[in-house]
């Protein structure tokens, strides 16, 4: 059996993207849909000390609405990656592994690079060394595979023979299974269970960049992020 999962690129993503690329056996980094300005792309949340405190990454969108992910621009004279490293630095000043991972995390950042995708992309390769994850990763850029939503990615399945498709669950609304039972593929769903680990400033919050549970929980984060 050969599972596949297709995410679309995330700024320091959070646990449940993790979970999706360990449970597969191909992963597609989906790069060449359109991106959506207001969704989670260029930024995600880490934890303050009053709550959830966003990093965005500043890119160019004014006049390019119908832009694919893999063509945006970052604005590179906004010193972004010193201030989100300033953040972390600052918010996870107590926890106990910061001072492990910050400079890997800093390095990425810093890189001489001037698209969202390649920050994303590098951001990910990072964490997935540190979690052990070694799915190989694939962008849809590179495939030269063509449909329209639903029908692409069977397509994707069909390039890889995967008899598997893992989805996450908000999926669900639109994804038309009939397509993936005609083709022989199996649809299955996340259902992802977020776990809770000892976080700084005070009570627990989910759904944050795994940025949290990496500075909290250091070498142990790649038993916890998983429902596998």
Not at 13 to 34: E, I, R, T
Not at 45 to 73: C, F, M, N, Y
Not at 153 to 178: E, R
């Amino acid at each position: 059996m050969t599972t596949l999962v297709v995410l679309q690129p995330g700024y320091l993503p959070w646990l449940g993207f993790f979970d999706q690329m360990k449970k597969a056996d191909v992963f597609v980094y989906y790069d060449d849909v359109q991106f959506d300005k207001n969704g989670w792309r260029n930024r995600n949340r880490i934890k303050g000390s009053k709550g959830p405190v966003w990093l965005t990454v500043p890119v160019r969108h004014k006049g390019r609405s119908d832009q694919s992910i893999q063509a945006v621009e970052v604005i590179q004279d906004q010193l972004w990656a010193t201030k989100h490293v300033k953040s972390i630095r600052e918010l996870y000043a107590h926890a106990p592994f910061t001072k492990d991972y910050l400079d890997g995390l800093e390095a990425v950042l810093s890189g001489p690079k001037t698209h969202l995708v390649d920050f994303c992309y590098a951001a990910v390769e990072y964490f997935r060394g540190v979690l052990e994850i070694d799915t190989p990763m694939f962008r849809s850029s590179d495939l030269n595979i063509e449909g329209e939503r639903s029908e692409r990615l069977v397509n994707i399945c069909n390039h890889f023979q995967a008899d598997t498709y893992l989805s996450g669950d908000s999926a669900k609304s639109y994804l038309q299974d009939d397509l993936f039972k005609d083709a022989g593929i199996d649809v299955q769903w996340q259902n992802y269970q977020h776990p809770t680990y000892d976080q700084q400033h005070g009570a627990f919050i989910s759904h944050l960049s795994i940025v949290d549970l990496v500075m909290n929980m250091g070498p142990d984060s790649g038993t916890i992020f998983s429902n596998k």
